[in-house]
């Protein structure tokens, strides 16, 4: 077993890198290179790329992680089912070891990617809460457009059998499982948010979630962003196109970020969040039932 220390990409394909690449930049990316076949986009931060898109049918075409090292990456590759270590011909480069999951799902575990620059950031001037004035003199003026996407947080996939993969991945990548939700039984566990181990650093709340609910196939993908106003502004950049919002504005319960879900023009489901738990190794393991798991603390989730 390796210990992965974050996702690294999304891959997605589709017949119009045009009206993909437009989405993409309305919903807060920038391009990061483009060939004849295939589009690389970035966010904000250092990683050269988080979502590319190959040309052909639409659909979901897999996801990466990051080994924490070169020697983790040789480990991954005396894995049961990885491929060899094969040199990644894309922006930023790398290496990779390819491996397909129990439901045919493309995981890459990869390491050594050139870091880019990063952008700089739009971010508000701080509140002014009924508690704490943190912002004297200064007028608060937010630009409108497009969320400005900072980084790849997390993917979800639903699965045939959430066991069977829970023990896959965590048996190869070293998840730890944050909360597992159960239906009516707390031992018949159908889904749990896993995370990153990275000792007592602090992390994610969580970066994969297998539902073993509905059918197999891609779930959504969800972009942080910079902050609660960029979540907002992107809204309503969104909502001024021709683009199908699917849920939200809310907060979650489990995770307790505060999102926003859009779908691209072929009805992959992503997602703008911020302000989302960060645990660590030491966080014991939740255990809620479906109720709590769908359920917000304020604002709407659901059709």
């Not at 497009?146 to 048996?171: C, I, K, N």
């Not at 730890?176 to 009516?184: A, F, K, Q, V």
């Not at 199908?244 to 489990?254: E, M």
Request: net charge negative.
């Amino acid at each position: 077993m390796i210990k992965v220390t974050d996702i690294a990409w999304v891959r997605f394909s589709a017949p119009d890198l045009d009206q993909m690449e437009t989405f993409l930049l309305d919903f807060g990316m920038e391009r990061a290179e483009r060939t004849d076949t295939a589009l690389y986009m970035r966010g904000a931060s250092e990683s050269p790329w988080l979502h590319a898109t190959e040309q052909g049918e639409a659909g979901f075409r897999g996801f990466g992680f990051y080994a924490a090292s070169a020697a983790d990456l040789e480990a991954a590759a005396k894995l049961p089912g990885a491929s060899a270590i094969e040199s990644i011909d894309e922006p930023g480069g790398g290496s990779r070891v390819r491996f397909t999951d129990p439901d045919g799902f493309n995981v890459e575990i990869v390491h050594g990617r050139q870091s880019v620059a990063p952008r700089p950031l739009r971010t508000a001037q701080p509140f002014n809460s009924g508690h704490e004035h943190g912002r004297l003199g200064k007028l608060q003026r937010i630009e409108p457009g497009p969320s400005q996407v900072v980084r790849l947080g997390h993917a979800v996939v639903r699965v045939s059998d959430f066991r069977q993969s829970e023990q896959w991945y965590r048996s190869r990548f070293g998840f730890l499982p944050s909360d597992e939700i159960y239906l009516g039984d707390p031992e018949k566990v159908v889904t749990a948010f896993l995370r990153c181990d990275r000792g007592q650093e602090y992390v994610d709340h969580h970066t994969l979630l297998c539902v073993g609910l509905g059918e197999v196939g891609f779930d959504h993908a969800a972009f942080e962003v910079t902050d609660m106003d960029s979540l907002m502004v992107g809204h309503d950049h969104l909502k001024g196109g021709e683009y199908q919002h699917k849920t939200g504005i809310g907060r979650h319960v489990l995770g307790s970020q505060i999102y926003d879900y859009w779908q691209d023009p072929w009805g992959h489901t992503v997602e703008h969040f911020t302000d989302g738990d960060l645990l660590n190794a030491s966080t014991p393991t939740g255990s809620f039932d479906p109720v709590t798991a769908l359920g917000t603390q304020w604002g709407t989730f659901g059709p």
